[in-house]
């Protein structure tokens, strides 16, 4: 089952925030978060556990609701860095492939 | 973080060859690794589960003998892409999953002419 994101696409200028959402019709036992640029393949941002936690990487985090099975990526002050294709792969079990979403493609302007 | 690396970078080939490709895990070893394909401007989609030792896992609608995986080491998978044709053409991407994260390699960039 794949996860569901949205929006598909997202344009910014730089130092402007967004959010990226994620959501499952199925119980997760986890939500990986990725940026893929161009070219190369997708490089880790974070992972939440269910359990509802909330993590933070610099000026980008994340939330996980367990009981919505639904997460959430916030970009604050964006860099024009930012600009990729952000995935989130969903867990049903742990040490299980990792199911992807289609990729909401972020464009961040100067 | 851990180091997946995948050789080749890119290949091309005329239809009907096989086409290998590796994946291994610098650092770590990994027990689990996962093959993902994913064509222009598409999401990745998992191909299979590769387990060391044992006989891969595909997911449905991939072919078992198109598509042959060997994990004959704790550090090595390989992918080996038979008979292909122009509609294999893909980004091909290997993943392996260390203290619960899951790191991916560069991609194989596959073309058949």
């Known amino acids: 089952q794949q996860p569901v994101q949205s929006p598909q696409a997202v344009i910014l200028r730089e130092g402007e925030d967004a959010v990226i959402n994620c959501s499952s019709s199925?119980?997760?036992?986890?939500v990986h978060w990725y940026r893929q640029k161009h070219g190369e393949a997708p490089v880790f941002l974070m992972i939440?556990?269910?359990?509802?936690e909330q993590k933070g990487h610099e000026k980008i985090s994340a939330s996980f609701n367990e009981k919505k099975q639904q997460s959430s990526l916030y970009l604050t002050a964006s860099q024009l860095s930012y600009s990729g294709t952000y995935f989130c792969?969903?867990?049903?079990?742990?040490?299980?492939?990792?199911?992807f979403g289609k990729g909401t493609t972020l464009s961040v302007s100067s | 973080g851990a180091v997946v690396s995948q050789h080749p970078s890119r290949v091309i080939c005329k239809s009907g060859t096989s086409v290998k490709i590796e994946c291994r895990s610098l650092?770590?070893?990994?027990?689990?690794m996962f093959w993902y394909r994913q064509f222009p401007k598409q999401s990745l989609m998992l191909m299979a589960t590769?387990?060391?030792?044992?006989?891969?896992?595909?997911e449905q609608g991939v072919e078992k003998d198109k598509f042959l995986i060997n994990h004959a080491s704790l550090t090595l998978s390989t992918l080996t892409v038979t008979s292909a044709h122009p509609e294999d053409s893909s980004f091909y991407i290997c993943?392996?999953?260390?203290?619960?994260?899951?790191?991916f390699g560069p991609g194989t960039r596959l073309l058949v002419l």
């Open positions: 590769s387990n060391e030792g044992s006989k891969a896992t595909y």
């Open positions: 650092d770590f070893q990994a027990t689990t």
């Open positions: 199925k119980a997760l036992y986890s």
């Open positions: 939440l556990l269910k359990g509802g």
């Open positions: 792969g969903t867990e049903r079990q742990a040490g299980t492939a990792l199911i």
């Open positions: 993943s392996a999953r260390e203290r619960g994260t899951q790191y």
